[in-house]
C-alpha cells in the first residue's frame, strides 16, 4: 500500500508530467517504468506530445473551412505553407490552396502518411467513410481533428480506433478570420493538445473550450448566428430604404453598425444592456426603435431562434 504521501507524490509528478510542454517524452518514459506495478489500473500511453511550431498539418476535405484555416494559419505566420497539405484531384480546389502554397496531394492516405495533426473537413455525410477508410493508417502518434458539424466525439473516436481526437465548431467567419470557435476534448487528446488547436483555430478568430454536451447549444448560438445576423443586417437596409435612403448607402450603414456594434460588446468590455442605456436618451430617436422591437418581441424571437436550432441540431446529431 502506498502512503498518503507517496500518493500525492506520484500524482504531483504525474500532473506536472501531463502538463509540460514539448518535448516531455524522455520524462514521460522514464515516468512510465517507474509507476510499473504502482499504477498498473492506468493503461501505458503512446501518446508523444507534437512540437508547438514545427508540425505538420493535413487536411481531409479540401473546402472552404479546410481553405479558411489555412489561409488564416499562414498569413498569421503560426506554420509556414509548406508545413501543411490537403488532397484533392479537381483543379479549382488545387488552385485554390496551391496559390498561397499549401501542397495538395493526390489520396487522403498520403496527407494522413505525412501529418502530425490531421483535420477532417469533409461533409458530415461523408465523414464515416472518410475516417473508416483511412483508420489503418491512423495512430495515437496523431492528433485527430473534426469540425464536421452534428458528429460526437464517441462516433470518431470508435471509426478511427483511438480517442487522441478534438472537435472544434467554427463558424462561417473563418472566411474573414473572424470565426468563433469551441473545441471539445476526446478521451486521450492531451492539455498540449487542447492548446496547440486552441492555437490553430486562434488564427482564425476567437476560441472557447467546452464540454461536448453544449455542442448542440453552440451550434444555435454561434454555428447558426451568422444567419441570424445577415438577416438583421439586410432588415436594417431595407428600412433604411422605406425611409428614403439608396440601397447602396442603406446596405453600407447596415453593416457597419453591426460590426461597429459588435466590436463595442466585445472591447468595451460593458454590459450590453448598459450600452443600449447609453445610446438611449429619453423621449428621443432610439429609445422609439426599441420600443417598437420590444412590442414586437425582438428577444424572445432571437432566444427562440436559438433554442430551435439547438432543438435541431440535438435532432441531427441523434440520426
Ligand atoms: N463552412 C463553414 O463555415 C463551416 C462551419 C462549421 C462547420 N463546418 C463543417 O466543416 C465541414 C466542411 O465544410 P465546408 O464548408 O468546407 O464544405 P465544402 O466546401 O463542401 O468542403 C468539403 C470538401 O470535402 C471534399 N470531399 C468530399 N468527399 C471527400 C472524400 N471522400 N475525401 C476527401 N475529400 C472529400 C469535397 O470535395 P468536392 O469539392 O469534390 O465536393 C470538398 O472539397 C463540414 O462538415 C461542415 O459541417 C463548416
Not at 122 to 127: A, D, E, S
Not at 151 to 168: M, P, Y
Not at 194 to 210: M, N
Not at 281 to 287: A, C, E, F, K
Request: aromatic fraction near 6%.
Amino acid at each position: 500500500m502506498l502512503g498518503k504521501k507517496n500518493k500525492l507524490q506520484l500524482a504531483t509528478t504525474f500532473a506536472l508530467i501531463r502538463s509540460r510542454r514539448s518535448p516531455a517524452a524522455p520524462f514521460r518514459n522514464t515516468y512510465e517504468k517507474s509507476r510499473k506495478g504502482l499504477f498498473q489500473k492506468f493503461s501505458m500511453t503512446t501518446i508523444v506530445p507534437i512540437p508547438c511550431d514545427s508540425y505538420k498539418l493535413g487536411f481531409i476535405g479540401a473546402g472552404k473551412m479546410a481553405e479558411s484555416i489555412a489561409r488564416g494559419v499562414v498569413k498569421s505566420g503560426l506554420l509556414p505553407a509548406s508545413q501543411i497539405r490537403t488532397a484533392h484531384l479537381g483543379n479549382a480546389r488545387r488552385t485554390a490552396f496551391e496559390s498561397f502554397g499549401v501542397k495538395v496531394l493526390d489520396h487522403n492516405s498520403q496527407v494522413v502518411e505525412d501529418s502530425d495533426v490531421v483535420v477532417f473537413s469533409v461533409k458530415p455525410q461523408v465523414v464515416k467513410g472518410v475516417v473508416m477508410e483511412l483508420r489503418s493508417l491512423l495512430s495515437e502518434k496523431q492528433l485527430l481533428v473534426s469540425v464536421v458539424a452534428g458528429v460526437k466525439l464517441k462516433d470518431l473516436q470508435e471509426w478511427a480506433g483511438h480517442s487522441r481526437f478534438i472537435r472544434v465548431m467554427p463558424n462561417t467567419p473563418a472566411a474573414v478570420g473572424n470565426a468563433a470557435s469551441v473545441i471539445s476534448l476526446g478521451a486521450a487528446a492531451t492539455k498540449d493538445d487542447g492548446e496547440l488547436i486552441s492555437k490553430l483555430f486562434g488564427a482564425i478568430g476567437k476560441v472557447w473550450t467546452a464540454d461536448e454536451k453544449h455542442f448542440d447549444a453552440i451550434t444555435g448560438l454561434s454555428g447558426s448566428g451568422p444567419a441570424y445576423i445577415f438577416l438583421a443586417i439586410e432588415a436594417l437596409a431595407d428600412g433604411g430604404v422605406a425611409a428614403g435612403l439608396p440601397r447602396d448607402l442603406a446596405l453600407g450603414l447596415a453593416s457597419q453598425t453591426v460590426l461597429g456594434a459588435a466590436s463595442m460588446a466585445v472591447n468595451t468590455g460593458k454590459h450590453p444592456g448598459q450600452l443600449k442605456d447609453d445610446v438611449a436618451s429619453p423621449g428621443g430617436t432610439t429609445i422609439a426603435g426599441i420600443h417598437e422591437l420590444e412590442k414586437a418581441g425582438f428577444r424572445g424571437i432571437l432566444m427562440n431562434a436559438v433554442v430551435a436550432a439547438s432543438k435541431r441540431s440535438r435532432e441531427l446529431s441523434n440520426n
